[in-house]
């Protein structure tokens, strides 16, 4: 089934970028990484909205989360020294279209396709866990046990919500 491409999603997209650099405190250098990375997102969007539907489709359909994944760099953003997380942040955008990309492979067998998938599917939200708890951390500078209680939490809820995802690639996989 072909997936059309929303209208808005692309100023929207751009949008949150131009609010990403309006409000936030990024390096120029991390800044143009994540431009780019948006135009090439958009651009995959445009040509999977054009192309002729497949047959294999990834197990979720990580690329309606992209403008999420810009809110997080927003968040990001607005610490004071956001440019280690954003340049992890920066692995987001290539790991979702990797995801997707393997996800739509003809030439790969159904097992290495998942298997694959899996492997990125739990890049990808290990990173967004890790982003989410030290943009948490940091914002509230908080420390010592504290800190490694909201640790433990990201990484529990973390840890549950990875086991499901690669449970239903696994099942995917099997069907």
Known sequence: MRQPLPIWSIPFLLALVGIVAWVGH????????VVLETLIFSGYMILQSRSEPSDRQPASNLLTLFPGHLLVLIIIALLDEPNMLAWLWTLVPLSTLAYDVVGRSQKLSSVLRMSISMI??????ADLFLLLERAVVLHRQISGSREIMIAAAFGIIGALFLSLGVYRHWIAAKE
């Open 26 to 33: 990024l390096s120029p250098a991390v800044l143009l990484i």
């Open 120 to 125: 990125l599917y739990g890049i990808l939200w």
